[in-house]
């Protein structure tokens, strides 16, 4: 089984910071995907990175998969009370796009 | 708009109960899963199906099995619940080609 592991687990920060999410495996992936869930919703699709290196920009995120693709990384930059979730990244092994591994989740929370 | 649509929101089953659990999606989509949510372990993946009467085991299936007699309708069953069972489970669709997750908002179930 691949592992995805994100860090940090927990962030709390005001609005108007900056902070960036890791997710990383020892593994290789095909396509890389990040989801935001809020409480007592399902996960839904942010972006996905396929290309090594790739960088995806959407309006205050900037996403950036690894050359290797083993890692990937989300930033936002000036941080919103709507930003606040839970942050997953998810993984498609080599070969497929439909199975999908998921990353172990970083919750931020964004206060004013 | 597009929906996956879990039958309930909040379940409470008693320890040996067979438990259904109904997921019903309006996209066409050929793949379907099943995965639990548990605080510090990310999604982890029960059973998938590519196609009608189709199933796969995922990473932990041990408990559980699935039923999808039709291509709209994917089902887990918890063949005799215990409370280590007591978890949020969500359902998602996708085409095989695509990229990307659709969630349903979950079923919080818990086994007493």
């Known amino acids: 089984t691949q592992l995805l592991e994100q860090s940090p687990q927990f962030l709390s920060i005001q609005e108007g910071e900056n902070l960036t999410v890791y997710c990383n495996s020892s593994?290789?992936?095909?396509?890389l995907q990040w989801y935001r869930q809020e409480p007592g919703e399902g996960p839904v699709l942010l972006v996905t990175?396929?290309?090594?290196?790739e960088v995806k920009k959407l309006k205050r995120l900037t996403f950036q998969f690894g050359d290797a693709r083993k890692d990937s990384s989300l930033h936002i930059t000036a941080a919103q009370p709507g930003d606040t979730g839970l942050y997953l990244c998810?993984?498609?092994?080599?070969?497929?796009?439909?199975?999908?591994?998921f990353g172990t989740g970083t919750r931020l929370q964004v206060t004013l | 708009d597009v929906k996956v649509t879990q039958s309930s929101r909040y379940l409470v089953k008693r320890t040996g109960e067979k438990v259904f659990l109904e997921c019903v999606q309006d996209?066409?989509?050929?793949?379907m899963f099943w995965y639990r949510q548990d605080p510090g372990l990310g999604l982890r993946l029960i059973y998938f199906?590519?196609?009608?009467?189709?199933?796969e085991k995922g990473d932990i299936p041990e408990g559980y099995s699935v039923s999808r007699e039709k291509k709209e309708r994917f089902s887990l069953i918890l063949e005799s619940a215990s409370t280590n069972q007591t978890s949020m489970y969500l359902c998602?669709?996708?085409?095989?080609?695509?990229?990307?997750?659709?969630f349903g908002s979950g079923t919080r179930l818990t086994v007493v």
């Open positions: 990175v396929v290309t090594g290196g």
């Open positions: 199906s590519y196609d009608v009467k189709m199933k």
């Open positions: 998602a669709s996708s085409f095989p080609w695509a990229y990307g997750y659709t």
């Open positions: 593994s290789v992936f095909s396509s």
């Open positions: 996209m066409d989509h050929e793949n």
């Open positions: 998810a993984g498609a092994a080599a070969g497929t796009a439909s199975k999908l591994t």
